[in-house]
């Protein structure tokens, strides 16, 4: 399998995007620094409340909404929550989830600090193997390996890039790693809760650090100061990755090069058309997501089983793919068409696990059911592309979505970008809706002053109430 790993870089956010055979399979944004999440952050907190009632604690980590903590993830056997934490006890805490519009952030005390091969367990003792290494022989090697070079107190996990590799790599790596947690610990002695004592990466390098393995091809990064920070990191940890690295200097955005926007695009429609005629619609709800497979314009050559078998088993590999793609979480139901044949059914449930074997989120998929249902869970960590790319529905209140302000906005710049030779040097007119045009005059007027440079041109924005929220016009003054 060829794999791509593609980072680019504005002013404005940063995107990365995992290809695999060509094709998309993972997308991550970070928006500007107020709007990053907080998953893999370590806090000094202060416990606001114990919840016996819910076996929780709320913990006060300095954010708008207190975080939350579960009995089962505080580092201890496992007790009541009343005898682990009383209120006004400090402690260190790992965010493992991102809030939600009506949750705070989950953490942990049970914290992990994750390099290129090993992930540093300082809590726990013990030794664990990533899941996509199956081959038994690797497995049993790295654990024994691992078990002669354990830190004095905690674990480790051996995460899929150390396959193959030896105690020299380990070694090393654990030294940095102990390193990093005995600073942190004693620079966490000399705060006060609330506090932030450890910031995790942001997104150029922790895709650099997770997701690269010796097999990649390129790495293409646009932005000569991100590209430049990545080599300095991989010089450090992964050397001879390092002569993979490209610097993306061409007029047209790397994504768009690669098709990228295009896929961004269609992960905000609920309909997803297969090559054969058929399609999926993907409904997320309160509860979970239904994901459901249609014949649509197929009809087959052969008897009405061959083809919902056909159907199914594309839309097995396009269901998988939508969900790392997304970044699908919770509990996800997929309603396959009904098939009379029993290995038909075995057929379609191995292609599903078979696409989502190289997903990095941790899931679990259950049989398929003899009317086509299959039901998964899925971690959540970061928030997905749809709550980070679009906002609440006004001209239906709420009922679905559309793209945020920030988006669009975003959206604009890329339009205005893509036509800078036809703009370059000529005053512009941007006709926009109303609250389009607040945002360009207020928290997003980085992006006009930023377009007016790279174009030399002067930019008035119209505000039309008549226009779509995400439809804008330009022209030439």
């Known amino acids: 399998m060829s794999s791509v790993l593609l980072i680019e870089c504005d002013p404005h956010r940063t995107r990365a995007a995992l290809l695999e055979d060509d094709q998309v399979v ?65 402690l260190l805490v790992q965010a493992v989830k991102d809030p939600l519009p009506n949750k705070g952030t989950r953490v942990t005390t049970q914290i992990t600090l994750p390099g290129r091969l090993l992930v540093l367990l300082p809590t726990v003792s013990k030794v664990g193997v990533s ?50 947690w005995l600073d942190l610990m004693e620079r966490s002695q000399s705060m006060s809760a609330p506090a932030l004592v450890h910031r995790e990466e942001d997104l150029a390098i922790r895709v650099a650090r997770d997701l690269l393995e010796t097999h990649f091809e390129t790495i293409w990064v646009s932005g000569a100061e991100t590209a430049d920070r990545i080599v300095d990191f991989l010089s450090a940890w992964e050397p001879d990755l390092v002569e993979k690295v490209r610097l993306f200097d061409e007029p047209v955005g790397l994504f768009e090069r690669f098709g990228v926007e295009d896929e961004i695009d269609a992960t905000l429609r609920h309909k997803i058309w297969l090559k054969s005629g058929g399609h999926i619609a993907i409904h997320p709800t309160e509860a979970l997501v239904a994901i459901d497979v249609n014949t649509g314009r197929y009809v087959g050559e052969q008897d009405l089983e061959a083809t919902v078998l056909q159907t199914n088993l594309e839309a097995a590999r396009e269901v998988a793919r939508q969900i790392r793609l997304r970044d699908l979480s919770g509990i996800l139901v997929v309603d396959f068409i009904d098939m009379e044949e029993p290995e038909n059914r075995a057929a379609v449930l191995s292609a599903l696990e078979g696409g989502l074997r190289r997903d990095r989120a941790k899931s679990q998929v259950l049989g398929i059911s003899e009317f086509g249902l299959v039901q998964i869970t899925r971690k959540r960590g970061r928030q997905n592309l749809a709550r980070l790319m679009t906002q609440g529905c006004p001209y239906c209140r709420s009922r679905g979505r559309i793209k945020s302000l920030s988006t669009i906005c975003l959206d604009l710049r890329r339009d205005l970008l893509r036509g800078r ?40 924005v119209e505000q039309d109430a008549n226009l779509h929220h995400e439809v804008f016009e330009i022209e030439k003054g």
């Open 26 to 90: 993972e997308i991550q944004i970070e928006p500007r620094a107020h709007q990053a999440g907080v998953v893999g952050n370590i806090f000094k907190g202060r416990v606001a409340r114990v919840v016996p009632g819910i076996q929780a604690a709320f913990v006060d980590i300095g954010l708008e909404r207190n975080a939350f903590l579960y009995a089962g993830d505080v580092a201890a056997e496992q007790k009541p929550i009343e005898e682990l934490l009383s209120a006004g006890q400090e």
């Open 131 to 180: 899941r996509r290494i199956d081959d038994e022989a690797e497995r049993q090697r790295l654990e024994e390996l691992l078990a002669h070079h354990l830190p004095p107190s905690g674990g480790v996990i051996v995460r899929t890039a150390g396959a193959g590799r030896g105690a020299d790599d380990f070694s090393r790596e654990l030294e940095r790693l102990s390193t990093e």
């Open 421 to 460: 030779s036809g703009f370059e040097g000529a005053p512009l007119v941007v006709r926009v809706h109303p609250e389009v045009g607040q945002a360009l005059e207020g928290a997003e007027h980085g992006i006009l002053e930023e377009i007016q440079e790279l174009l030399n041109t002067k930019i008035v």
